[in-house]
């Protein structure tokens, strides 16, 4: 992986909208709330504008406009980095437009989660660059002033960009004890089976998964980390990390901690590799950032960095 510059405060940070439209009142105060820690923005287009209109079906605006909006911020040599305005859905369909030896020479941190979870794959697995899963501006940068975990996650975002001597640790809790070491892939599970068969599909082999997801009902977790199993990419893992899987409720059966405490049983057990849970990312809660491509370390229930993202 290439380390990425560090980002200093007074520097622009671009704002990509390459998914679905975001509240106005959401987006306008998460604008704000970045320009208060002290960083100007470049907005290629108002996602805003888009918010409850069905122009685009569900996305903000054409997937052509959202790709060479994203292109503009990485060639502009006045963006440091760039944050995704929000998640939502749309941003499967912009991958095929991006440059990504562009992306590569430009070298700028790409943060985001959720929906935006197939572009910081994409652009860790292709450019060979760090990006984080992390804080957007319709979610946490919008609800900074008001809501301690927000603050608390764009704060870690903000020192990760500007200090390349942090090295975090996360405290999880244990389901499979043991030590491993591997790099981070992390995202939303809904969104990374969705690149199994594309192009875009990755290499699971060494990893320490960390996952998320909201709104999916316990049997589609488990229909989704049984598919990933199906396809070969669990059987090489270094390490899973379970987050926060928000609104994920079932009237009967099985809960989604049973899936994960469970898991080892069908889904995990042609292999013995640590199983942790309760990390603090994803929807609805403290969303800390985590690096993907950089390595880290499972050891005694915390998820520990081991490589900066910056230099």
Request: charged share 20%.
């Amino acid at each position: 992986m290439t380390k990425l510059r560090t980002v200093k405060a007074g520097e622009t940070i671009g704002i990509a909208s390459t998914g679905s439209p975001v509240a106005p009142e959401c987006f306008h105060a998460g604008i704000e709330a970045i320009h208060k820690l002290g960083f100007k923005t470049k907005i290629p287009f108002d996602p805003s504008a888009y918010y409850g209109k069905s122009d685009y079906g569900f996305a903000s605006e054409s997937k052509e406009t959202r790709a060479r909006a994203f292109m503009e911020l990485i060639e502009d040599e006045s963006v440091a980095a760039i944050i995704a305005a929000r998640g939502g859905y749309g941003t499967i369909s912009v991958l095929p437009l991006l440059d990504y030896q562009a992306i590569a020479r430009g070298g700028k941190l790409v943060v985001g989660y959720s929906d935006v979870t197939v572009l910081i794959a994409a652009i860790s697995n292709r450019a060979n660059i760090p990006t984080l899963h992390g804080p957007t501006i319709s979610a946490e940068f919008a609800r900074y002033a008001d809501c301690s975990y927000a603050k608390e996650s764009v704060d870690t975002l903000i020192a990760m960009m500007q200090d390349p001597q942090l090295r975090l640790q996360y405290p999880c809790e244990v389901i499979r004890d043991g030590e491993a070491v591997g790099k981070i892939l992390a995202g939303n599970l809904t969104m990374l089976t969705t690149l199994l068969g594309t192009p875009w599909d990755l290499s699971y082999d060494g990893a320490i998964l960390a996952l998320e997801d909201v709104g999916e009902a316990p049997y589609r977790v488990h229909r989704a980390l049984m598919q990933l199993k199906l396809a070969g990419k669990l059987r090489n893992l270094a390490g899973v990390v379970f987050g926060r899987f928000y609104n994920c409720q079932s009237s009967c059966g099985w809960s989604v901690e049973d899936v994960m405490h469970k898991s080892s049983r069908d889904i995990f057990d042609e292999a013995n590799f640590p199983i942790y849970y309760r990390l603090e990312f994803g929807h609805a809660g403290k969303n800390l950032p985590l690096p993907l491509g950089c390595r880290a370390r499972m050891w005694d229930g915390q998820l520990s960095m081991l490589d900066a993202i910056i230099r």
